[in-house]
Nanobody, 121 residues
């Protein structure tokens, strides 16, 4: 009964910017960690950025200084601001969240369906 919906992907030129959003909906009691992963063709899915419920963040070395993750707890939404984009950033970006629901004593991991980001001239 929980779903994560990503938005904001698209085609952008090198050096450009995009802002991804991921909104969680359903019978949500609380959301712990949230994060963004990406997967390029022929490569493993990798963590791009993560953020805890308290606002602590971590980033992959390849995106440090260029990407910023943030969250709006009131909206159950996590964002990824991507600046100075490079062709190597081209991938499908997935949102992941650790969520507890009403009536459940345990939290579970949920994934969004992904949004395509293409960086090309």
């Amino acid at each position: 009964q929980v779903q994560l919906v990503e938005s904001g992907g698209g085609l952008v030129q090198p050096g450009g910017s995009l802002r991804l959003s991921c909104a969680a909906s359903g019978s949500i009691s609380s959301i712990n960690t949230m994060g963004w992963y990406r997967q390029a063709p022929g490569k493993q899915r990798e963590l791009v950025a993560g953020i805890t419920s308290g606002g602590s963040t971590n980033y992959a070395d390849s995106v440090k200084g260029r990407f910023t993750i943030s969250r709006d707890n009131a909206k159950n939404t996590v964002y990824l601001q991507m600046n100075s984009l490079k062709p190597e950033d081209t991938a499908v970006y997935y949102c992941k969240a650790l969520i507890s629901t009403y009536g459940s004593s345990r939290s579970r991991l949920y994934w969004g369906q992904g949004t395509q980001v293409t960086v090309s001239s």
